[in-house]
């Protein structure tokens, strides 16, 4: 998961981002991303989720991950 973080990098209007690798009850593990939206408006979340989705889509499909959780600072 080091990895897809340092790929994908923190764009504006991100306090935090992790991808995690979460068991999917077998023995396999499914890559789960987190991602923390600053407090804000709601116009700089959506150019944040605009960010994050432009670079998954660079990544190679095995890179991607199967679900994609998002936050925002309290």
Do not use: Q, Y
């Not at 499909?61 to 309290?74: D, F, G, I, N």
């Amino acid at each position: 998961p080091d990895d897809i973080e340092a790929k994908l990098g923190v764009p504006p209007e991100v306090s935090e981002l992790c991808a995690l690798g979460v068991s999917d009850g077998g023995k396999n593990e499914r890559l789960v991303l987190v991602v923390v939206l600053e407090r804000g408006d709601d116009v700089g979340s959506a150019s944040a989720l605009r960010a994050i989705e432009e670079r998954l889509e660079r990544l190679p499909a095995r890179e991607r991950p199967t679900r994609v959780v998002v936050r925002r600072e309290k």
